[in-house]
């Protein structure tokens, strides 16, 4: 339990979005529960994606591939300036990441400040490559509130193994510089947070990993399970420790998702991912931007939430989640992150 982090994501909470947020929880429960459809109130949170491109060749990754089908490219400053405009009133909760690596965007930290100063909580995940002194002091001024630092190995040989192109003694500098200028600040925040990918050349080094994260001191560490495109079959990057495994192997010797499929999906009625060229789908799984919702430089917000596709979206999770594509992978309902202060 992180107390000034949970606190510091309460301190978001205006009446106003409070209530907007009682209002998103009781549509999804009568809607999950009840077996009647209802319409979420506006989203807790957001997923902003700065941009596609990335430094790293990661194998599982869209960006790390060069495997898009959709355009690639980076998020209008004036763009984001304008529609947080719009959302800040039942905004609470803004991640900076969808695909590719946030701090190519050169107004990245420009962002970052803008959505801080309209009180709403700020997240981010980076690979940590370009986080020199003076970078780190700047995301300790910009005020966001939470960066989760890729750290896949404790030593460079294991971790290039997922991280393709990576340094890791580069991540291992941009983290204490990071924990240099917090403490050179006085600054609770960014709250920091190793974030260790386990798949199977690196689950032998787990206690190594929680032992780096205290000598270098960041926060906490989270281990996450890898997500596999093609599962079934298995794949080298599944690790042997089924507790680090989003996937369990059948009888026949073929692999499922070890969550079951149920028709429901809490994302679908709190949040949404917004694409650099202002596109919104879903979720985070549908990274080729497959499920467009609506475009945000043609219509507003709210038009795009309360759309047909949208609601005609939310009705099939409810009623035939298995035949959606994106849902297929999914962990809705796993528990795929264990954490340690």
Known sequence: MHFHDSFNILTKLSPAKA???????SSYYRSKHLGHFVNPALPLSMAF????SCNLRCPECPSGLRSFTRPTGMLDVNFFKEKIEEVQSHLAYLTFYFQGEP?????????????????????TSTNAHYLDLEKAEATVRSGLD?????IDGTSQDTYQQYRVGG????V???????????KKRKSKTPHLIFQFLVVAPNEHQIEDARRLAKEVGVDEIQ?????????????????????????VQRENGKYKLKNPMHNQCWKMWQSCVVTWDGRVVPCCFDKDAKYVMGNWNEQSFSD????????????????????IDICKNCSEGLNVSLTDG
């Open 146 to 150: 939470r960066l989760i630092i890729s």
């Open 49 to 52: 994606e700065p941009t596609t």
């Open 172 to 182: 291992l500098e941009g983290t204490r510089n990071m924990v240099h200028w917090k």
């Open 103 to 123: 701090y190519l965007h050169p107004g990245f930290l420009d962002m970052v400040t803008y959505a801080v100063k309209h009180d709403i909580y700020t997240a």
């Open 304 to 323: 795009i939430w309360y759309s047909a596709p949208y609601e005609n979206f939310r009705k099939s999770i409810l009623t035939s989640r298995a035949s």
């Open 167 to 170: 340094q890791l003694e580069k």
């Open 19 to 25: 209530w907007n947020a009682t209002k998103v929880l």
């Open 223 to 247: 281990f996450k399970t890898a997500q596999i495109y093609d599962f079934v079959n298995g794949s080298d990057l599944m690790p042997k420790n089924e507790k680090y495994s989003r996937y």
